[in-house]
């Protein structure tokens, strides 16, 4: 049965530093991997997609990696701002697997 | 234009009672599914249909009725609610492309059970 980790659970950091989220699977066969973002109170915001022959997605400040041998997936924010703010959820799956499966979160705090 | 959406937004009812969530996508997508997104903020999958086929039940009780009358639109019913039901509720829709598949969502349904 799939489980989906994410650390930290929490972080807050100054603003215009540079961090990383990490996600990891205990079963290491992803089809796709997409990285999401949650305001409070909101839905989710999808921000990258890494397909099944990917192995990295980049979006603006955004950067995604997936290594598949390892089950691992790393969310990478440049010069982080307060509008950053949010939580982060990894999600592994589709590709007709008609289900994706959700981690536990990374709440972000980004200060002024 | 709202790709994914759902109502109401917010509901609160009783326990014991029946009530109904509904949610259409218009982005011509054959997958839906319905998470649950507890307290803790952990979200997990209920039901998934493809072309108004049930795929996926992940062991949800039986009082929770999916309908899907259309592949646009998967409405949630809930039977004799009950306390642990609070939770918010989120549809989704999906399409498989060129091997890759995005999940897109509606902005929930906050469910409050008293």
């Known amino acids: 049965k799939q489980e989906v980790t994410q650390i930290p659970a929490a972080l807050s950091v100054p603003e215009g530093e540079n961090l990383v989220l990490n996600c990891s699977f205990t079963?290491?066969?992803?089809?796709?991997l997409q990285w999401f973002r949650q305001d409070p109170g909101k839905g989710l915001t999808s921000l990258l997609l890494?397909?099944?022959?990917?192995r990295e997605q980049t979006s603006g400040r955004l950067n995604a990696s997936l290594d598949k041998s390892s089950g691992r997936s790393t969310l990478y924010i440049a010069a982080s701002q307060p509008g950053d703010s949010a939580t982060y959820l990894c999600a592994g799956g589709g590709s007709g697997t008609y289900k994706y499966i959700f981690g536990t979160g990374t709440r972000l705090k980004v200060l002024a | 234009d709202t790709a994914v959406s759902q109502t109401p937004k917010y509901l609160v009812t009783q326990m014991g009672n029946d009530k109904s969530i509904k949610c259409e996508q218009n982005?011509?997508?054959?997958?839906m599914y319905w998470y649950k997104q507890d307290s803790k903020k952990f979200l997990k999958i209920m039901f998934s249909y493809n072309n108004k086929e049930l795929i996926i039940n992940e062991t949800v009780p039986n009082r929770f009725s999916p309908k899907s009358p259309d592949k646009a639109h998967l409405n949630l019913h809930i039977n004799s609610l009950e306390l642990g039901d609070s939770a918010v509720y989120f549809c989704?829709?999906?399409?498989?492309?060129?091997?890759?598949?995005?999940?897109?969502f509606g902005s929930g349904t906050q469910l409050s059970v008293l």
């Open positions: 982005l011509g997508h054959d997958t």
């Open positions: 989704a829709s999906s399409q498989v492309f060129f091997g890759g598949e995005r999940l897109f």
């Open positions: 079963d290491s066969a992803i089809y796709n």
């Open positions: 890494i397909q099944s022959s990917q």
